[in-house]
């Protein structure tokens, strides 16, 4: 049985020096709002390239505090339009909403599931103020259109940066959110997340929200949260972030193998350029996708679908059930996610490769 992702074996590849790192956490009797979470947010905001780097509770967190911090700030308003990927993952959509302004959902191109940047000036009304763009799947999804158009229309741009941990984004915009998350690329043993920027009053706004609204003790600014990395996930991140190159590239690896080798007729494959993404999830596209995931299942391959429904179908979001969104709705109803991990050994992916290969035949 080839699991989608065991997340025993993303841990027991550096098992000792985590354990580790937990154990001095334990001893040291200090949880919160210590050195080792200062010490991550130093060596992450070097690795990402930013200036500065907020941890806090969760990659949702990350998203809703840098969008709550520009608005404190006065670079966001209720109601600002904010353009962003209709076939994102709910949480980007959810941090927009929660801070009451409006997303505006653009289409993805089929090729690559990337926001199709040549819809975008479409979207733009005197409304929008910001786009917000994710790396979806890993995918670097910058292009020089989507600089061009924030230029021009004066947008702030954020990245969603939750599934691309190490690959060489977030850093083009105002800021970028991260996840922690454990199934991510770079995961912790629990929920945690971060914000990076360059703008440093940015940053100290996000970092006096997370703590309740204050800088100074027992003194508020803000209505804030409590939205804190403890120091137990800083401590496992920073045995794991000096591993993280090594790690994308053997998904690189991984996907290459995959995509050199799967000649299945009944499935198109991701863009063969694999330099151009973390491969956090590996996406095939099939019309008899829910077939394959159940012929794989029998073969013992576990699969995924990410997502198998858009937000604008979700009862979260019912009143936007009218929109149309073909494209998004037919990626939703194709994907499947095949497993990629950095443990994956040369056997497993031969296993996936020669299965996805004699499947659908028929
Ligand atoms: C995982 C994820 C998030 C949310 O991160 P959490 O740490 O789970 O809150 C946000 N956006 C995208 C695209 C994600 O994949």
């Known amino acids: 049985m080839i699991d989608y992702l065991n997340l025993s074996r993303v841990t027991a590849l550096h098992g000792e020096e985590i354990r580790a790192a937990v154990a001095s956490v334990v001893d040291s009797g200090w949880y ?9 947010e130093r060596q992450y905001a070097d690795y990402v390239g930013a200036r500065h780097c907020v941890s806090c509770a969760s990659g949702l967190d990350a998203l809703r ?16 339009e904010v353009i962003v990927p209709a076939n994102t993952y709910i949480a980007t959509i959810l941090a927009i909403t929660d801070q009451r302004l409006t997303p505006v959902l653009v289409e993805p191109r089929a090729a690559d599931s ?10 733009i009304t005197p409304r929008t103020r910001a786009l917000m763009l994710v790396h979806l799947y890993g995918r670097n999804a910058m292009t020089p259109l989507i600089a061009n158009l924030c230029q021009r229309h004066h947008l702030l741009l954020f990245e ?15 800021a970028a959110a991260h996840s ?10 629990g929920d945690a997340g971060a914000v990076t920027t ?3 009053e940015l940053a100290d706004t996000v970092r006096a929200l997370a703590n309740y609204g204050s800088s100074e003790k027992y003194v508020f600014r803000y209505q804030g949260y409590n939205s804190r990395m403890d120091e137990l996930q800083a401590a496992v991140l920073t045995v794991k972030l000096p591993y993280l190159k090594a790690e994308n590239q053997r998904r690189r690896e991984i996907a290459d193998y995959y995509i050199t080798h799967i000649t299945n007729p009944a499935i198109t494959l991701p863009p063969a350029d694999v330099e151009h993404s973390t491969w956090h999830i590996f996406p095939v596209h099939t019309p008899q996708r829910d077939e394959l995931q159940a012929r794989l299942r029998q073969s013992g391959i576990q699969t995924m679908v990410h997502y198998p ?10 009143d936007w059930h009218d929109l149309s969104l073909p494209v998004t709705e037919q990626l939703a109803a194709t994907e499947l996610s095949l497993p990629i991990a950095p443990y994956l050994t040369d056997d497993e992916a031969e ?7 004699n499947e659908l035949k028929d």
Do not use: W
């Open 351 to 357: 296993q996936v490769v020669e299965a996805v290969n």
């Open 198 to 200: 360059d703008d440093r």
């Open 180 to 189: 922690f998350y454990p199934g991510k690329n770079l995961g912790a043993l």
């Open 65 to 80: 505090l840098m969008l709550r911090a520009s608005k404190e700030i006065g670079r966001l308003h209720d109601g600002d």
């Open 114 to 123: 990337q926001i199709d940047d040549s819809r975008i000036e479409a979207a």
């Open 309 to 318: 429904i858009p937000p604008h179908r979700q009862q979260a979001y019912h």
């Open 160 to 174: 969603d940066n939750a599934q691309a941990a190490g690959g060489d984004t977030g850093h083009y915009g105002t």
């Open 32 to 40: 919160l709002l210590g050195e080792r979470v200062h010490c991550f």
